[in-house]
């Protein structure tokens, strides 16, 4: 498990590109002293542009691969040692000359983004000096193992072909079975990398490649039967002409199904060597790669310690707030996690079994999601009105997902944002905890504030940092709450509480796992028995901390700066402030680090916030 790398390591591969860039290659707009908002701009379109070349699924999913960008839409991004090389060059390329800048006479919108540009590709790069894993361009999902349980082409393609890939035409259809065609070497590429990282002595823990095991079978079984990619073109094709489904069919069940075997074969063969530590310090540079992985996520130097401390003491003040709920609701002996173990018991909170408690659960959702969508004019000046919809996480991804996720939808409108749900089993879910889940999911979290963001500029739409993303997300948990969603349900300020808790877990369990020691089993205890959380949900939650190390620490990172912010924008502004300006001024400066956020922040104090 730590044996010496031997392989050429992505660093000296770096330090190669870097020493041959050439400044006659950067756009003109670049080379001189200063520039203007317009020649920034059009910068900055470039960047987007270079980018969505290695990303033309993205390009799907914002609704961009259109007019001169149509043939994106065949198109699949390149995992192999190749094409990382090849992003690597361009992110480079990219960020010398955004760098070259002179940003003195912009305006604050366009500064913000050149200094988001800076930050999400300095930090991609240093994730790409790394010798193995998966890195997020500006993205959330950092991760060492570039297939295991929630990570690779055999869950996200399948998902992202029926979702997000359009099929109102033929020239549609044929981009779909372009597609097809691609994702056998999309998965070569992957079982390169990972090959590659076994000979490095870099083999995930045994428990998580046990459930990517008993997945990819699924995947392959799923393939020759024709319930993968086939089933989604054959229904969404009946009144365009042309065999589709026949052309899918022989794709997926052939050349698809044996890379998908071929990738199998690989994870048995790590199998056989895996151990069950479970966090980053057993691997070969670990404690470098969890360093990184923090910073990344959290767009701060935060150590593990701090963030650790921050934790537990963060648990202690939120259980504070559970306990007196608990004792008017009856619940007076133990522990706050013995309690709401026990609330979590009681058949008042719970659905039904099987398909009619799933309807119930979607049934739910939605007038939470209604109740909730008209409350915006009291926190916003500037409303959007999203397109979304609630869709069950496919069963094939089910069971390593987590119990739901969200995100925006396609910057043309066209594709809507989805709350994604765990319906795997009714009991992952209490009608205390879904109205949380939907305000993090839905409105005001992720679905909301991807409206805003897709109102920016595009590379502005495409860069996103976790711990604005989900500290936003949990920060609108509390905004509602602050807008009333549990005023007449105690019960529900109890399961919007604990997912606040929950978060403070995260930080202890992610960095006791991959900073300090911990095996899965403590990890595991801690959620359980200190917050009451369901075993249920909880082992998936902890062996995703295991696989995206330090994503799990953004979250409260993320909303505690963002109130942060809020107590320095109320104590300079005193009776100006205004919550509708705050909220404003964060979800329209858009996606950004920590530090920018601050910045935006402190332009809303001095009168600026038009500007942002």
Not at 55 to 84: F, K, V
Not at 98 to 108: F, G, I, N
Not at 484 to 495: D, F, N, Q, S, V
Request: aromatic share 8%.
């Amino acid at each position: 498990m730590t044996s010496p790398l031997s392989n050429l390591t992505r660093r000296q591969t770096l330090a190669g590109f870097g020493a041959s860039l050439s400044l006659t290659a950067l756009p003109a707009c670049t080379r001189t002293a200063s520039a203007t908002n317009g020649s920034a701009a059009s910068l900055l379109g470039n960047v987007a542009w270079n980018l969505i070349q290695h990303m033309p699924g993205t390009a799907t999913s914002l609704g961009i691969d259109t007019g001169e960008h149509a043939a994106l839409r065949g198109e699949l991004s390149d995992p192999s040692p190749a094409g990382q090389d090849r992003l690597v060059a361009t992110l480079q390329a990219d960020l010398d000359s955004v760098k070259a800048v002179d940003t003195s006479s912009l305006d604050a919108q366009t500064r913000t983004s050149l200094e988001v540009v800076q930050s999400a590709y300095s930090t991609a790069l240093d994730g790409f000096a790394l010798p193995y894993g998966d890195v997020a361009v500006g993205g959330w999902r950092n991760t060492p193992y570039v297939v295991i349980q929630n990570v690779g082409a055999y869950i996200d393609l399948p998902r992202f072909m029926d979702a997000d890939h359009p099929v109102r035409n033929s020239a549609d259809a044929e981009a779909y079975i372009a597609r097809l065609t691609r994702i056998p070497q999309v998965l070569s590429g992957e079982l390169d990398r990972i090959r590659s990282a076994r000979e490095m002595g870099m083999v995930p823990p045994a428990f998580l490649l046990d459930k990517a095991i008993t997945q990819m079978e699924q995947s392959i079984k799923d393939a020759k039967n024709g319930e993968s990619y086939v089933k989604s073109l054959a229904e969404r094709t009946k009144d365009i002409p042309g065999n589709w489904a026949e052309q899918a069919r022989k794709i997926v069940s052939g050349p698809i199904a044996e890379a998908l075997e071929a990738q199998l074969a690989e994870l048995k063969k790590e199998r056989e060597t895996a151990g069950n530590e479970a966090g980053m310090w057993a691997q070969p540079q670990g404690e470098e790669w969890y360093d990184w992985a923090l910073r990344a996520s959290t767009t701060t130097t935060k150590s593990a310690d701090e963030l650790h401390e921050t934790g537990l003491r963060q648990l202690e003040e939120i259980h504070a707030e559970m306990d007196p709920i608990l004792h008017d609701l009856g619940y007076t002996s133990g522990s706050v996690g013995e309690r709401m173990t026990e609330l979590g018991k009681d058949p008042r909170f719970q659905f039904a079994k099987g398909d009619p408690g799933r309807q119930e659960i979607m049934d739910f959702i939605y007038e939470r999601i209604d109740w909730i969508k008209a409350q915006m004019p009291r926190a916003f000046n500037t409303l959007v009105d999203p397109n979304l919809e609630v869709r069950r996480i496919p069963k094939a991804e089910e069971l390593g997902a987590p119990t739901a996720y969200g995100g925006a939808g396609s910057k043309d409108g066209k594709i809507p944002g989805r709350m994604w749900i765990n319906l795997r089993t009714t009991d992952l879910h209490r009608r205390y905890t879904l109205p949380t889940l939907v305000h993090h999911e839905a409105i005001p979290g992720h679905i909301w504030q991807g409206e805003y963001a897709n109102k920016l500029p595009l590379i502005r739409s495409i860069l996103a940092f976790n711990a604005y993303s989900e500290g936003w997300a949990l920060y609108a948990e509390k905004l509602a709450d602050e807008l009333g969603a549990y005023t007449e349900h105690p019960a529900w300020r109890l399961g919007y509480l604990q997912d606040q808790a929950f978060r403070a877990c995260r930080l202890v369990a992610d960095t006791g796992i991959h900073a300090k020691r911990w095996p899965r089993e403590k990890a595991i205890r801690l959620f359980v028995e200190r917050n009451g959380d369901p075993a249920e949900e909880i082992v998936p939650e902890v062996e995703r901390y295991c696989s995206w190390p330090g994503q799990a620490c953004g979250y409260k990172v993320g909303q505690n700066e963002i109130l942060h912010q809020r107590d320095i924008a109320q104590k300079a502004m005193g009776s100006s402030y205004d919550i509708k300006g705050f909220d404003d001024a964060v979800v329209k400066g858009g996606n950004v680090p920590l530090d920018v956020l601050a910045k935006n922040i402190q332009r809303y104090i001095d009168g600026q916030n038009g500007l942002i």
